[in-house]
């Protein structure tokens, strides 16, 4: 099983600041990951699909980057809205795998 | 517009069988995506359970695939998840969702196994 390991667990910002949450896998799943966001009491939303592409409705302030085993969501200038918890996902080899979260809380 | 709805039970008894099913709208399951199922325990992480693709094929969760079988029903639009001898540590929110990347989601079925 691929193991994604997300740091930091908890990031404390302020609206506007630049968010860099990172994702490591436990082996290379080329660019088949993902970034949810997720707010609480509601389902998880897609913000970035095969590592670098934003998914339909998605504000430009998120983007994403890495391939392999290293990964990095980024969000520019942080909205009151963004503060939620974020996942990476891999879904190399016909499988599935999500990492912990990282929480990301108003400073 | 894609909307996914789950809909099943939402109290099982131990060692009895979980049944959820999703139904889809705005857009034919019969398509080139995948449909899948996700559950997130109370206040824990996500949990990719299993996809299934319109001609019938699956992909499961090694952890769970013991118990888990996962179906589809072009005519109505929908696909299924049954989940067989749960326990307390299956209570989750089971949630639908379109492809391997989930770009649409259900909004969430809170399934409490509890006798």
């Known amino acids: 099983e691929i193991v994604l390991t997300q740091s930091p667990a908890t990031l404390s910002l302020s609206p506007g600041e630049r968010a860099t949450l990172s994702c490591r896998a436990s082996q290379s799943v080329g660019k088949l990951l993902a970034w949810f966001q997720q707010r609480p009491g509601r389902a998880p939303r897609l913000l970035i699909y095969?590592?670098?592409n934003r998914a339909t409705g998605i504000p430009a302030r998120f983007s994403g980057s890495g391939s392999g085993t290293d990964f990095t969501l980024t969000i520019s200038s942080l909205e009151p809205e963004d503060f939620a918890v974020y996942y990476c996902?891999?879904?190399?080899?016909?499988?599935?795998?999500f990492g912990q979260g990282t929480k990301l809380e108003i400073k | 517009q894609v909307q996914l709805q789950e809909s099943g039970p939402g109290l099982v008894k131990p060692s009895e069988t979980l049944s959820l099913a999703c139904t889809v709208s705005?857009?034919?399951?019969?398509?080139?995506?995948?449909w899948g199922w996700i559950r997130q325990p109370p206040g824990k992480g996500l949990e990719w359970i299993a996809n299934?693709?319109?001609?019938?094929?699956?992909y499961y969760n090694p952890s769970l695939e013991s118990r888990v079988n996962i179906s589809i029903d072009t005519p109505t639009n929908q696909f299924s998840l049954k989940l067989r001898s749960v326990t307390a540590a299956d209570t989750a929110v089971y949630y639908c969702?379109?492809?391997?990347?989930?770009?649409?989601w259900g909004q969430g079925a809170l399934v409490t196994v509890s006798s």
């Open positions: 095969d590592a670098s």
């Open positions: 705005g857009y034919s399951i019969n398509s080139p995506f995948s």
């Open positions: 996902q891999q879904r190399s080899n016909w499988r599935s795998t």
């Open positions: 969702g379109r492809g391997f990347s989930f770009d649409y």
């Open positions: 299934i693709y319109h001609s019938g094929t699956t």
